[in-house]
Every structure is written in structure tokens, then in C-alpha cells.
T-cell receptor, first 118, second 115 residues
């Protein structure tokens, strides 16, 4: 079974600085998708960025980028020029690309709570 | 922008009581999910639903749980006889199409407290 591990329960960053959130996963599959979701306080989870495992190029969305190391099964999220609105829980998630009849449920890590200091 | 909504935001119930958690997915979405998060633990998959039937369920989703899409807009999760360990945040999600790459859109969650 696949597992996702986020080893940093909490992180803190100064406004305008850069922070990296770690995520590792375990799978025997070769084709899958990885996601970072953000959950602001009392709000729904929203997708920040996603990565297809068969793509070597790291995904980038504005100030958010990932460092995807497939051999190491690592998928870290880098937030550049941190803003106060980036403060949230961040969840790393895995989805198999091989449904086998399922509808592709997400497997989540425990999350990292990011604080942004003004 | 379309959103997934969930009601109630907080439900308190006595052990052994039935609860129904409600979700309104995004209108053109075809795939629906329930997840839960016990405080301090991982978000866990419960069940997925497509074409008016369960397509996958986890070990957590035992006979005490059921899902329904009664009217083409709502998507409900029923817990027949709640236990203390059912206390958690329950998230509904929907997805437009079944491709792995597609985004699941989440609701804000219902906090269930079982006393």
C-alpha cells in the first residue's frame, strides 16, 4: 500500500522569505500523480500544485514550485516570497494512475502547518 | 467560482445516534468522495461514488456507513450508530472527470463530535 509522510508538523517563515516543505512517499507503482493541497484556517482544501510522475520537469505555479525526486520518492514544495496569506496547513497527496476500477482516491500525509511572520 | 459546500459545519451527537452529513458537489462533476480526518491524524479516504453507486471504499467504511445521492445535487454520508471514534472532520470532494490528473475539489468539512 502507498503511504505519504510529512515529517514537519509545523514550519515558520518570515514574510518575503522562502520555505520548503518536505514530503516523502512510498509506492511500488511507476505511474502516479502527486499533489500539494493548502487548507487555510476554517476553509476548504485547495490545490496548490500537481506533478505527474512520468514528467521529469518540476512543476511550477507562480511562487510555488516542487522538487520531485522520483528515485528518492521525495516531493517537496518550495514557496518563494512568502506572503501572510500563505499561512495554512499544507497536505501532500498521492494518487495512483492505475485505477484498476477505482476512481483514484487521494492518499494524504498528516500535513504541515505553515506560519508566516510579518 | 463554483464550490463544494457541506452542512452542517459542526455536528454534535450522542453515541449510538444516527447522523447524516450533507454535501453539495460542483454541479457538473461526476465523481464524489468522502474523506475524514481524526484530530492530529492523516486525512483518510472513506468512499468514492460514481454513476449512482460506490466505486471504491476503504476498510474504515464498514456497515455503519452509507452514502447516497438522493436528488442529483446532494451527496450524503450517513453513520447509522455513531461511536466515539467517529469523531473527526469529514470532507466531501468532487471531481469533474475520472482522469488521475484531475483535481478533486474539497468542501470546508463537517466537524463531527460524538459524546
Amino acid at each position: 500500500a502507498q503511504t505519504v509522510t510529512q515529517s514537519q508538523p509545523e514550519m515558520s517563515v518570515q514574510e518575503a522569505e522562502t520555505v520548503t516543505l518536505s514530503c516523502t512517499y512510498d509506492t511500488s507503482e511507476s505511474d502516479y500523480y502527486l499533489f500539494w493541497y493548502k487548507q487555510p484556517p476554517s476553509r476548504q482544501m485547495i490545490l496548490v500544485i500537481r506533478q505527474e510522475a512520468y514528467k521529469q520537469q518540476n512543476a511550477t505555479e507562480n511562487r510555488f514550485s516542487v522538487n520531485f525526486q522520483k528515485a528518492a520518492k521525495s516531493f517537496s514544495l518550495k514557496i518563494s516570497d512568502s506572503q501572510l496569506g500563505d499561512a495554512a496547513m499544507y497536505f501532500c497527496a498521492y494518487r495512483s494512475a492505475n485505477y484498476g476500477g477505482s476512481q483514484g482516491n487521494l492518499i494524504f500525509g498528516k500535513g504541515t502547518k505553515l506560519s508566516v511572520k510579518p | 467560482e463554483p464550490e463544494v459546500t457541506q452542512t452542517p459545519s459542526h455536528q454534535v451527537t450522542q453515541m449510538g445516534q444516527e447522523v447524516i452529513l450533507r454535501c453539495v458537489p460542483i454541479s457538473n462533476h461526476l465523481y464524489f468522495y468522502w474523506y475524514r480526518q481524526i484530530l492530529g491524524q492523516k486525512v483518510e479516504f472513506l468512499v468514492s461514488f460514481y454513476n449512482n453507486e460506490i466505486s471504491e471504499k476503504s476498510e474504515i467504511f464498514d456497515d455503519q456507513f452509507s452514502v447516497e445521492r438522493p436528488d442529483g445535487s446532494n451527496f450524503t454520508l450517513k453513520i447509522r450508530s455513531t461511536k466515539l471514534e467517529d469523531s473527526a472532520m469529514y470532507f466531501c470532494a468532487s471531481m469533474e472527470r475520472g482522469a488521475s490528473y484531475n483535481e478533486q475539489f474539497f468542501g470546508p468539512g463537517t466537524r463531527l463530535t460524538v459524546l
